[in-house]
């Protein structure tokens, strides 16, 4: 399963509980290891200015960053397969 996948689920209002419940081959360990994944590469690409470049493209694929609900993927709260 890919960070990317994990954070996403994260992102459209699943809890790292429930991201842990639905996908038996994560613990919860594994979901907030994917979010410190993130945190650190993230921080990796502004100490060398990479954010200025792609933050851009971010925001026009997903509509902004403003939060808003609409730009968040759906996904099935009952999947029980791992992706």
Known sequence: MSVEFILS?????WTVERVAKYHASLTEDDVVAAIACSAYLFTRM??????RR??????????????????????????????
């Open 54 to 83: 792609i933050l851009p493209q971010v925001e026009e694929e997903v509509g902004g960053l403003s939060g808003n609900s609409d730009t968040t993927p759906e996904l099935d709260e009952d999947t029980d397969a791992d992706d």
């Open 46 to 51: 502004v100490d060398h200015g990479v954010h």
């Open 9 to 13: 689920l994260l992102a459209s209002g």
